[in-house]
C-alpha cells in the first residue's frame, strides 16, 4: 500500500470521527429514549465498523512492518 501522508491520516481521523458522531446523533433522536438500556447488538455493530476503519488505517500505515521491528529490536 502506499506510504500514508499527514494529509491522508487527517482525513481517516476525521471520518472515523464523522462515523462515530453519526452513530451518536442517531441514538440521541429522539431524546426521551436516552435512559433506556444500550442495546449489545448496536454496540456491537459500532464498534464493529469503528474497529474495522481502524483496522484498514493501521494496515495502510505500516503497523505490520512496524510489530516486526519492535520484535526484531527486543
Request: with cysteine; aromatic share 6%; net charge negative.
Amino acid at each position: 500500500m502506499p506510504d500514508m501522508t499527514k494529509g491522508d491520516f487527517a482525513g481517516q481521523a476525521a471520518a472515523i470521527a464523522s462515523e462515530a458522531s453519526s452513530w451518536a446523533a442517531s441514538i440521541c433522536i429522539p431524546s426521551r429514549k436516552l435512559s433506556e438500556p444500550a442495546c449489545a447488538e448496536t454496540v456491537a455493530r459500532f464498534t464493529d465498523a469503528i474497529r474495522l476503519r481502524l483496522a484498514d488505517l493501521d494496515e495502510w500505515a505500516g503497523r505490520a512492518a512496524l510489530a516486526e521491528q519492535e520484535k526484531g529490536d527486543a
